[in-house]
């Protein structure tokens, strides 16, 4: 079956522009998680989707960034007025359903490149 | 405030002999701890995981060991391969509520196997 996917998986924009990233996880996983990767750095959580709950937004670093989960399934991260400090790889995880152990399955991430 | 820390960024081992990474946490409520493993340009990859309960996990060449009373926690490899080079990411869970859980993540230390 296939993994998480996550297109594009470079981006390359102008100071100010608004970006979106996509996220397909693997089918039939409910909990689905955004992280980001800045250099030399670890995986910082940003957004967390449960099923139909309200998604865990605690790790979101400024209101320029927003995400969605349509029905279930595909995520879009959104970050408006993109900043150089952006500048990362934007690493997407699902898992099938809670657990402690929480194994999460990453997609290959997109590297977002604010020039 | 970082709860998970790999203190070394890198470490460097002749193929053949034992690869030791280390991890430390803070947090006293994480009760699973998880190692991925990261090659360039591709997602992290579970490896092995430990529960709080447990003191050693073992699985062919990677045994994870974990020290409770000093929150320290070591991934093994042995015999280490050319193809154990990648970084290493140490990740703890914890649950934020409502059946949930969260992982936390070190930085992460690459490993270089030396053919």
């Known amino acids: 079956g296939a993994g998480v996917s996550q297109s594009p998986s470079n981006k390359v924009t102008e100071k100010g522009k608004d970006v979106e990233l996509r996220c397909d996880p693997i089918?039939?996983?409910?909990?689905l998680y955004w992280y980001r990767q800045s250099l030399g750095q670890g995986l910082e959580f940003l957004i967390y989707?449960?099923?139909?709950?309200?998604?865990?937004k605690s790790g979101l670093p400024s209101d320029r960034f927003s995400a969605e989960r349509t029905g279930g399934s595909v995520s879009t991260l959104t970050i408006q007025r993109t900043q150089q400090e952006d500048s990362a790889v934007y690493l997407c995880?699902?898992?099938?359903?809670?657990?402690?152990?929480?194994?999460?399955?990453f997609g290959a991430g997109t590297r977002l490149s604010v020039l | 405030d970082q709860q998970v820390k790999q203190n070394s960024p890198s470490l460097s081992v002749q193929e053949g002999r034992i690869s030791i990474l280390n991890c430390d946490y803070t947090?006293?409520?994480?009760?699973?701890f998880l190692w991925y493993k990261k090659y360039p340009a591709e997602g992290p990859t579970f490896l092995i995981s430990i529960s709080s309960i447990k003191d050693k996990n073992e699985d062919g060449r990677f045994t994870v060991f974990l020290n409770k009373s000093a929150k320290h926690l070591s991934l093994h490899i042995v015999p280490s391969q050319p193809g154990d080079s990648a970084v290493y990411f140490c990740?703890?869970?914890?649950?934020?509520?409502?059946?949930?859980?969260?992982?936390?993540f070190g930085k992460g230390t690459k490993l270089s196997v030396i053919p």
């Open positions: 990740a703890a869970s914890a649950p934020i509520g409502a059946g949930s859980y969260q992982l936390t």
């Open positions: 089918s039939g996983h409910t909990a």
């Open positions: 947090n006293s409520m994480f009760d699973y």
């Open positions: 989707f449960q099923g139909n709950s309200a998604p865990d």
């Open positions: 995880a699902s898992s099938p359903r809670p657990s402690a152990k929480n194994i999460q399955y």
